[in-house]
């Protein structure tokens, strides 16, 4: 119920009041919000207060996961060698053709808005913030505290004053970054895109919600990420429910090297279905995709919701088995392992 005393607290803030992005012309817009493109089940409040109510015995335990070890110092001084690092949850650090990206960064104690209370990390970070290298890119999915987290965005911008990284946010979270003095920005709607160095960044479709307060629900859009270099595509699903999104991506922007895909934060199914890949969602999507490889994220270090918090590999690796998809195409790591992205290029 702790997380309960979060969302009282919030409602005792204020909530903010900023103009809505809207263009009349786009379906996913409307003058209340923005909606995702395929029909879904919609929960609202109510439903989340019976979810929390129907689990209140359910004891989830947690322990930290094994860390990886890995070399910040290597990882600061290399501008050649492809790496991903995942530094848990739905962060990695990601290093190809001499950019270094960072995924939507999380490296706080709590997913919350406040400290005191809210999911609380049981994996530690994968790479402290202080010894991250020099960010060029950051892309953020969207506005939930899993994925968005004020105390590390703030801090990346404010080590790196001289050199700030660009932040890529979906449509509606740029006034947001601004209230937080972080200017180098940009916004993006789905299937725009943007030329940065010898990479083009797309804004892409996938079937979520957004809010940080009761009273934002669905104001900023959520969004996927495709990051297209002449030698390398990677795609960063953010969080998102299975839909035909990834069939449609897969159309216009593939084919795909690697894919960022969430496994875990899929139970109560009757609640999460809509908004959270289940390990078999993933698998789906990495088909759908048609992703060369993919790599499993979301899971094993907040607890956000009900099942055991290392089911979701053993059941990708059953939907896997099941499929007839070799184990090293969609892999999973280690919280804090670095991977050599060598084996994307030998095509
Ligand atoms: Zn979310
Ligand atoms: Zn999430």
Same mark, same amino acid.
């Given at each position: 119920?702790?997380?309960?005393?979060?969302?009282?607290?919030?409602?005792?803030?204020?909530?903010?009041?900023?103009?809505?992005?809207?263009?009349?012309?786009?379906?996913?817009?409307?003058?209340?919000?923005?909606?995702?493109?395929? *029909?879904?089940?919609?929960?609202?409040?109510?439903?989340?207060?019976?979810? +929390?109510?129907?689990?209140? /015995?359910?004891?989830?335990?947690?322990?930290?996961?094994?860390?990886?070890?890995?070399?910040?110092?290597?990882?600061?001084?290399?501008?050649?060698?492809?790496?991903?690092?995942?530094?848990?949850?739905?962060?990695?650090? @990601?290093?190809?053709?001499?950019?270094?990206?960072?995924?939507?960064?999380?490296?706080?104690?709590?997913?919350?808005?406040?400290?005191?209370?809210?999911?609380?990390?049981?994996?530690?970070?994968?790479? *402290?913030?202080?010894?991250?290298?020099?960010?060029?890119?950051?892309?953020?999915?969207?506005?939930?505290?899993?994925?968005?987290?004020?105390?590390?965005?703030?801090?990346?911008?404010?080590?790196?004053?001289?050199?700030?990284? @660009?932040?890529?946010?979906?449509?509606?979270?740029?006034?947001?970054?601004?209230?937080?003095?972080?200017?180098?920005?940009?916004?993006?709607?789905?299937?725009?895109?943007?030329?940065?160095?010898?990479?083009?960044?797309?804004?892409?479709?996938?079937?979520?919600?957004?809010?940080?307060?009761?009273?934002?629900? /669905?104001?900023?859009?959520?969004?996927?990420?495709?990051?297209?270099?002449?030698?390398?595509?990677?795609?960063?699903?953010?969080?998102?429910?299975?839909?035909? /999104?990834?069939? /449609?991506?897969?159309?216009?922007?593939?084919?795909?090297?690697?894919?960022? @895909?969430?496994?875990?934060?899929?139970?109560?199914?009757?609640?999460?279905?809509?908004?959270?890949?289940?390990?078999?969602?993933?698998?789906?999507?990495?088909? =759908?995709?048609?992703?060369?490889?993919?790599?499993?994220?979301?899971?094993?270090?907040?607890?956000?919701? =009900?099942?055991?918090?290392?089911?979701?590999?053993?059941?990708? +690796? +059953?939907?896997?088995?099941?499929?007839?998809?070799?184990?090293?195409?969609?892999?999973?790591?280690?919280?804090?392992?670095?991977?050599?992205?060598?084996?994307?290029?030998?095509?």
């Amino acid at each position: 119920m702790k997380s309960l005393m979060g969302m009282a607290f919030l409602m005792a803030t204020s909530a903010s009041c900023q103009t809505l992005p809207y263009d009349p012309t786009k379906k996913h817009h409307t003058a209340e919000g923005f909606v995702n493109n395929y *029909p879904h089940e919609k929960h609202g409040f109510t439903e989340l207060l019976k979810w +929390k109510w129907e689990s209140f /015995d359910l004891e989830v335990k947690t322990k930290a996961l094994p860390l990886a070890e890995n070399d910040p110092e290597y990882l600061r001084k290399n501008r050649t060698d492809p790496t991903l690092t995942w530094i848990g949850h739905a962060t990695f650090l @990601l290093q190809f053709a001499g950019l270094n990206i960072l995924t939507d960064p999380q490296l706080s104690e709590r997913a919350s808005p406040v400290s005191f209370a809210g999911p609380k990390r049981y994996t530690p970070v994968g790479l *402290p913030i202080e010894r991250l290298p020099l960010i060029d890119v950051v892309i953020i999915s969207h506005n939930h505290y899993d994925h968005l987290d004020l105390t590390s965005v703030k801090q990346i911008n404010d080590q790196q004053k001289n050199k700030p990284p @660009l932040f890529f946010v979906p449509l509606g979270l740029k006034s947001w970054f601004a209230e937080q003095g972080i200017e180098n920005v940009v916004e993006m709607d789905w299937w725009d895109q943007q030329r940065h160095r010898e990479w083009t960044i797309h804004s892409v479709p996938v079937q979520h919600f957004s809010a940080r307060t009761p009273w934002d629900r /669905d104001k900023t859009l959520w969004t996927g990420w495709i990051l297209q270099h002449p030698d390398f595509v990677f795609f960063f699903a953010g969080d998102t429910g299975y839909s035909k /999104d990834f069939a /449609d991506i897969q159309k216009r922007l593939g084919p795909i090297d690697l894919s960022a @895909l969430p496994i875990g934060a899929y139970e109560p199914r009757w609640f999460m279905k809509s908004v959270h890949f289940n390990p078999d969602d993933a698998v789906k999507a990495h088909q =759908d995709l048609r992703s060369r490889y993919s790599v499993g994220m979301h899971w094993g270090t907040f607890k956000l919701t =009900d099942e055991p918090i290392e089911e979701p590999p053993r059941l990708l +690796k +059953k939907a896997l088995e099941r499929e007839g998809i070799s184990q090293d195409k969609f892999f999973i790591m280690k919280h804090g392992q670095t991977i050599s992205l060598e084996f994307i290029n030998s095509k």
